[in-house]
């Protein structure tokens, strides 16, 4: 089992959507996983990513979040956007394959733990800095 780690960005709805976001990813690793339980938990991640990202760009252009700091930002949400969305569009050609899928959940954790530390940590502190919490 991966247990993710986030650090935390000082903003309230952004942490508290990392931690759903890590909760959905243990849930598809969940041993005895049935194949229609995980394509209803690949739409939830898929969903609730999209909505987070959502979230945190409508902070910065709310907040007026440089613009560079912006573009560069809104650029990795739009690639894992892509990436969870091919997954969850190929499903049927993947099935349940438990190695395949820890391998992914695995390489999500990494990127979510990444962008984390650096795109969302520094967005935080911005946000933080305009009186957010
Ligand atoms: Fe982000
Ligand atoms: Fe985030």
Known sequence: MISVIVPSTGIRLIDNEHKD???IVE???KENMKYVELVEYYQVLADEV???FEHEQ????DYKYPRQCYLKHEKDHTHKTIEILWLKNNLKNIGNNREYHAEQMSR???????HISIEDVNLGKFLVSKGLQ
């Open 21 to 23: 976001l890590a909760e």
């Open 27 to 29: 849930k598809i690793l």
């Open 50 to 52: 999209m909505i987070h």
């Open 58 to 61: 409508e902070l910065m252009i």
């Open 108 to 114: 999500l954790v990494k990127w979510l733990v990444y």
